[in-house]
């Protein structure tokens, strides 16, 4: 029954695709195609790094980078044995975005998946997922729904947000950019100070990607429409 429902909904998306018009050529290059199942790598890209530590909690005093890593080596190590596991960077040093989405592009049947840790308005919390492609979409919506499952009061979080980030428009694979929470929320912040927490984050991500593996679309819904935009640069807005 699952692998019947994966087919249809593989069929439905290549319905969709095929009725915008798309050149496959075309839809290839920006992702306008059915979301991925049956890929064997996953590329984690721990987010900033090295001179770059992102967001710092005023709570806590901790960096972004820091726990970027940490959960992205949980994630790791969950995947490990059922995935070929690739790590942009796998301690603390500086890579360029433009370089991460060479990385990312070099791997073949696979799925990327940036993690962050947000900074806002005090009151916000809880996770926020970005997503640019069409074959992203699934993989996006699994990564988002597990980890409000995941965090306590995410309901006060951005949510699912369709934008163009050099790692969300730029790789030529399917690829989500999650932040797993507020270091500007205190709450959150001291939540994130305690190990188990942390565990807890990167099992809902490797929940989801094996999840998005295994049935695709399936059980989804209706796809995006296909947006046409240039490649993302980082005079764009801030990433």
């Not at 984690?44 to 820091?66: L, P, V």
């Not at 900074?119 to 996006?140: I, M, Q």
């Not at 790789?171 to 190990?195: D, I, K, M």
Request: hydrophobic share 35%; net charge positive; with cysteine.
């Amino acid at each position: 029954m699952k692998t019947l429902r994966c087919l249809l909904a593989c069929t439905f998306a290549i319905a969709f695709t095929a009725c915008q018009n798309i050149a496959p050529s075309s839809g290839d290059a920006l992702g306008n195609r059915p979301g991925p199942s049956g890929f064997t790598t996953v590329v984690i890209d721990a987010g900033h790094g090295g001179k770059d530590s992102g967001a710092r909690s005023r709570s806590t005093g901790a960096m972004e980078k820091t726990y970027a890593l940490d959960i992205a080596q949980r994630v790791a190590s969950e995947l490990r044995g059922r995935f070929r596991v690739v790590m942009v960077r796998d301690s603390d040093r500086f890579v360029p975005l433009d370089d991460r989405v060479r990385i990312a592009s070099r791997s073949g049947n696979a799925v990327l998946v940036s993690i962050h840790l947000n900074s806002g308005p005090r009151r916000l919390c809880g996770p926020e997922t970005f997503y640019w492609r069409v074959d992203s979409y699934s993989l996006a919506r699994r990564l988002h729904s597990s980890l409000e499952t995941a965090v306590p009061g995410s309901s006060n979080s951005r949510g699912l947000t369709r934008r163009r980030l050099r790692l969300t428009r730029n790789p030529t694979l399917p690829c989500v950019l999650v932040e797993c929470g507020y270091l500007s929320n205190a709450t959150e912040a001291h939540r994130l100070t305690h190990s188990t927490y942390r565990t807890t984050l990167a099992h809902a991500i490797a929940s989801a990607i094996s999840t998005t593996a295994q049935c695709g679309d399936a059980g989804i819904g209706p796809l995006p429409k296909p947006l046409y935009a240039p490649l993302s640069k980082g005079s764009d807005h801030r990433e």
